[in-house]
């Protein structure tokens, strides 16, 4: 069984920073990628940022130059780095890992786990 922690979320103002982290316990091979999502209210989960167990990343194009995925050694951490926030980055932020980072990138299929969100809200 795998469990995904998030944390590091909160209130900023525009054009501010935040850092999140996720935490994967469990039989989470290294190799595996991580990844965020976001939910904002009213609207559909987007993909945010992904890396795989190599470091290779992804981006969707609206947090591009703004946000950066990383992971530690060990490979069960992954990190969002935001910067320059604005209003529209409020939402739920989840964290996922699956197996093939590809799967990711071309949205092909769904992570295999998810854990349970970490709030960013982010005032004009």
């Known amino acids: 069984q795998v469990q995904l922690v998030e944390s590091g979320g909160g209130s900023v103002q525009t054009g501010g920073s935040l850092i999140l982290s996720c935490t994967a316990t469990g039989d989470t091979p290294s190799a595996y990628y991580l990844a965020w999502f976001r939910r904002g209210p009213g609207k559909e989960r987007e993909k945010v940022a992904g890396?795989?167990?190599?470091?290779?990343?992804n981006y969707a194009d609206s947090v591009e130059g703004r946000f950066t995925v990383s992971r530690n050694n060990a490979g069960n951490t992954a990190f969002l780095t935001m910067n320059s926030l604005q209003p529209e980055d409020s939402a739920m932020y989840y964290c996922?890992?699956?197996?093939?980072?590809?799967?990711?990138?071309?949205?092909?299929?769904?992570?295999?786990?998810w854990g349970q969100g970490t709030q960013v809200t982010v005032s004009s």
């Open positions: 996922a890992t699956g197996r093939v980072f590809f799967d990711f990138v071309a949205g092909l299929k769904e992570p295999d786990y």
């Open positions: 890396i795989s167990g190599g470091g290779t990343t």
